[in-house]
């Protein structure tokens, strides 16, 4: 089994004659960590679209656990082992945490979820799984409270939990932290560092202290391309890096 679990090789996105994306090379390593940064409008998130098929590249291939999933729609690319993070919205504030895990680990909307004609297919499989992630996130004390009620940064997890009910092989998170106080950020920290164990994480984050504490690889693009990679040190040390954010915002207060 290749160590790399997603390859990107010269993936491009145009939207008209601009190009989003103009030719991104990336391998992601299974089990680890690895965050993608870059100043506004780099193309992270293009990126994040176009590995987990969100959107389609305009040219490139997209390698995933050794299979072409370049043309692939994204619900294919979920059954393969992919997982996005939710949204806040995508909660719901009115079921217990535990009912909304369950909800995630049947794969299915939660719409489809409220049909109450459905059997309950591998009812106890899914329950283990539910409490594996209530545990993996630290909300087992709060599993019969109303997802509703959680503090933001609870929620935040609860999210996070959602992606990884699934069971994935990769996830993707989407700036975990925004928005979060300082008291939250350190849990949702060893939450995701921790996720390396069984899973491979693709992060975009803005918060630097988090990317160079928790990360294994660090991608930085700048104008639709890879400008640098490497390990946290190097990328904080790198003077390429350092001017595209101006000096300042790599440091993340650590120079
Ligand atoms: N649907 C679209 N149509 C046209 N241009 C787009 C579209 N989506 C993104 N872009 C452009 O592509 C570039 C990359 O955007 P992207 O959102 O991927 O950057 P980003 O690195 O995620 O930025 P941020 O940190 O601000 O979220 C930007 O210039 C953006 O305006």
Known sequence: MSDVLIEAVGVTKHYGKFAALGGVDLKIRRNTVHSVIGPNGAGKTTLFHMLTGTGMTTGGRILFDGHDVTREPDHKRVQRGMARSFQVTALFASLPVRENLRVAAQGISPRQAMNCWRAPVGEL???????????????????NTPAGELSHGQQRRLEVGMALAARPKAIFLDEPTSGMGIDDLDDMKQLIRGLRDAHTVVLIEHNMNIVMDISDTVTVMQLGRVLAE?????????ARVRTAYLGNMITGGKA
Do not use: S
């Open 125 to 143: 499989a899914r329950t283990q799984v539910v409490d594996e992630v209530l545990q993996r996130i630290g909300l087992e004390r709060l599993a």
């Open 230 to 238: 490497g390990l946290p040190g190097d990328i904080r040390a790198d």
